[in-house]
């Protein structure tokens, strides 16, 4: 039934912004691949929800399993940005922490995880911000494992809260112009320092500060794509690809980048101000450049690739 379906979509067609998780993952993999472990039909749901008398999902937002990327094995995590904002509660991050352990043992050649998160669910407040702690714990080592984990990033919940923090942990990352990275969203920032230190209703700042065009060029994301399905699994198998080694000396280079990064633009009030640093010859003009055009301006960045994460 899952090749059915995944032959029913096509991935130079489908949108990864509009897609569903479980329409993201079969027309990422293998067609015919995918094997879902704990599936909606094993009910295993969020045990706190009905006391808020809120709704549940029999996935509880996350979609995990094993598949092919071109033939080679791979796990996949994909969040249901459609579900509570992707949000991390007790299950949901049980159901991830548990495919990274599983790595361990089944020695996929890549875990991909397909952020489309806002964070922790507040109602499960303690069991999310667990669960987001046990996950980073899992990809460092499945990473000193040599297994690599690349995130893919282009929902419409974006990358938020703790869903940005264990982005940060991943290998390599992939990112549309749609998708947001970010540990404190629009919102947060400006409840707590107002709106003259971040307008959350000026969308144009949020895109410029959080998206992914920003991401890419100061190197915060290591691929960029167009929002089809397509994109994304090149973009997948190309960084799988290149994974960095996950040792000393990377943790170290990417302690000096960050450091220089801080110096070098700490400053700033803008993206596009960080944009003309990184000698854009027209940072104004970023925000509507199609990919072709912005693959060219990252071609001249050079802080857009780094031997480190």
Known sequence: MAADRAARFDPDALSWYEATARQRVLALTDPGSFREFLPPTERRMSPH?????????????????????DGDPVLVAAQEGRFMGGAFGEVHGGKLV???????????????ILFDTGGVRLQE???????????MRAIVDVRAAGIPVVGLIGGRAGCYGGGGLIAGT????????????SVSGPEVIET??????????????????????????????????????AAF??????????????????????QARLKARIERFGDCRDATEVWARLGV????????MDTPAFDETVARSPEADHDAR
Not at 49 to 69: C, E, M, N, Q, T
Not at 125 to 135: L, R, V
Not at 233 to 254: I, N
């Open 233 to 254: 699994r090149a973009a997948a198998r190309d960084l799988v690809g290149r994974a960095p080694a996950f040792d000393l000396a990377t943790l170290d280079a990417e």
């Open 192 to 229: 707590n320092k107002g709106a003259e230190e971040f307008d959350s209703r000026d969308r144009a700042l949020v895109w410029r500060t959080m998206g992914g065009k920003h991401r890419r060029l100061i190197g915060g994301a290591d691929a960029f794509c167009a929002d089809t399905v």
């Open 125 to 135: 407040a303690n069991a999310g911000e667990t669960a987001i702690a046990e996950t």
């Open 98 to 112: 548990g495919l990274l352990r599983a790595a361990l043992e089944l020695k996929p050649k890549a875990v991909l």
């Open 49 to 69: 929800l009905p006391l808020f008398d809120l709704p549940r999902a029999f996935d509880d937002g996350i979609v995990v399993g094993s598949a092919r990327l």
């Open 170 to 181: 991943c290998s390599r990352l992939a990112v549309s112009e749609s998708g947001r990275i």
């Open 281 to 288: 010859n027209d940072p104004d003009a970023v925000p509507a």
